[in-house]
């Protein structure tokens, strides 16, 4: 099934992010995409979109007065409509004026596909959290909308149920006897929280206390249900009082949103997520260790081979001395000073012997001097001379780090002076490195990411590397004013003398 799309918000970055989401669907086409209340009625009217995904708040013509015009100029259109703002009346309204879904945008990224997928159905959606409000509005005038509460309550594709102020069941929806297997006779008068979980059973139940206390009108919650069957379900709890005429408490609405999948993915993203930050660092490592290996090859061999020609070049040089041979002799010796120069420079490039024969901060302290004489860069490493116990794993991680921190100071952020601070603290490393660059704005990390941007790369990629051994990074900076990115990582007991 292809479903045809008509994207209608006034903010770009609004519709870049509705693509994104919508275009990750096979069966999803985008078609086009408006910026203002007329452009959308005229769009819709000329290429007929299965549905119209509508900011209701766009510039001269009013959400509700859009939706009007759209399915009165358009056989067959669908309106999902999109606010900030959870309004019980404005989410009415539009419903009234034939909306088909009203949608929070807080809440687009779990709702937006199913809700197409609803809609396309012929059915209604709604966010959780403007629902029960709206379901709130059917309960106060029940006696003259019964028909339309039942509606909702019986054909809602999340769990609804009155219950009392405690919690326990007195109306049950179809989607929640499903959800949870039990039928609707097992579920009355039962409490809710008792199908809790037992890890999340008495946070529930305190919330109902508050509930029935009066300390709380409403609540939300990711809950934990276990099904007749045995199976573990997640669902998306809200809760909010319904109160008489008169203000009085009368009971509760509970709407249980079925987050299964959401959750699953959630967990397997965390899990992908934990991988990938261990691959980088294991790669990292084995890079670390190629280029150590590296680097001894060059020292041992290459270099050494490199000094005994320098020796052997001395030895002749005094015995052809003022023969016509001595001036080409002196040529070949500065060559070879030159490449004993270039390679003692490479195999500090690859891994600096210094990192393993004096530690990390000395290894700082000569990375600072690198580029400064390289790049022109004033460095200045400062050290609290306490013990730092690490393992060469982190040691090296760490190293990479600073490093890339440094580097880009030097080669992205224009920087002129660079501050390096190392110090413990109670169990902690903690790692400032600080410049006086060109600084940017934090919400311009990411689009710079994904942009391209190698500057974002490299502070994601520390970011991934710290976080996978525990640390964690903090990150602090203006336009203009410079950048200070704060590490933090527990230090290794088990190494101490």
């Keep these: 099934m292809s479903i045809t799309i008509l994207l209608a918000d006034e903010h770009s970055v609004m519709r870049k992010g509705l693509r994104s989401l ?147 069941l007195l109306e049950i929806s179809p989607a929640l006897h499903k959800m949870l297997g039990y039928s609707r006779e097992e579920l009355h008068r039962m409490l809710l929280p008792k199908f809790s979980h037992p890890d999340d059973a008495d946070s529930c139940l305190a919330l109902f206390r508050e509930l029935s206390q009066g300390r709380r009108q409403a609540f939300e919650k990711d809950n934990r249900y276990l099904s007749k069957d045995g199976r573990l379900v997640w669902g998306r709890l809200t809760v909010s009082v319904v109160r008489s005429l008169s203000e009085q408490s009368q009971f509760a609405i509970v709407i249980v949103e079925d987050i299964n ?37 060059l020292h041992d061999h290459i270099g050494q081979t490199l000094a005994l020609a320098q020796i052997k070049l001395g030895e002749i040089k005094e015995w052809a001395e003022g023969s016509p041979v001595s001036g080409s002799l002196d040529e070949i010796r500065l060559l070879v000073e030159q490449a004993i120069k270039s390679s003692r420079e490479l195999t500090f490039e690859l891994s600096p012997p210094i990192l393993y024969d004096l530690g990390f901060e000395a290894a700082v302290e000569w990375f600072g001097d690198y580029l400064q004489e390289h790049h022109g860069l004033q460095v200045a490493v400062q050290s609290d001379d306490q013990y730092k116990p690490m393992s060469n794993e982190i040691m090296v991680l760490l190293f990479q780090m600073v490093r890339e921190l440094m580097l880009n100071a030097a080669k992205h952020a224009r920087a002129q002076k660079v501050q ?76 101490q003398p």
């Design 22 to 168: 919508l275009e990750k669907d096979p069966e999803v086409t985008i078609v086009a995409e408006a910026r203002d209340s007329r452009t959308t009625v005229r769009l819709a009217r000329d290429l007929s979109p299965d549905i119209v995904v509508l900011d209701v708040t766009m510039a001269e013509l009013s959400g509700v007065d859009t939706t009007r015009e759209i399915l009165a100029t358009s056989s067959g259109v669908k309106v999902i409509a999109l606010s900030v703002h959870s309004d019980r009346r404005l989410a009415l309204n539009l419903l009234k004026a034939g909306a088909s879904a009203y949608l929070l945008k807080d809440r687009v990224f779990e709702e937006l596909v199913p809700a197409l997928r609803l809609v396309m159905a012929h059915k209604i959606y709604l966010s959780p959290e403007i629902s029960d409000l709206v379901l709130k509005d059917y309960v106060e005038a029940l006696r003259d909308s019964e028909a339309r509460f039942r509606t909702v309550f019986e054909h809602a594709p999340f769990g609804i149920a009155l219950t009392d102020l405690e919690g326990r």
């Design 420 to 495: 390096v601070s190392i110090k413990r603290e109670d169990e902690n490393l903690l790692i400032d490195v600080t410049d006086d660059g060109a600084g940017f704005k934090r919400q311009h990390l990411s689009a710079s990411r994904s942009r391209g941007k190698p500057q974002s790369f490299g502070l994601f990629s520390v970011r991934e590397r710290i976080e996978c051994i525990g640390g964690s990074l903090r990150i602090d900076s203006r336009p203009n004013r410079g950048t200070k990115v704060s590490l933090a990582v527990p230090v290794w007991q088990d190494n």
């Design 261 to 297: 999948e959401r959750k699953r993915s959630e967990d397997e993203i965390r899990a992908y997520q934990e991988q990938l930050r261990a691959l980088a660092s294991e790669i990292s490592l084995v890079e670390e260790r190629e280029r150590r290996r590296l680097a001894t090859n």
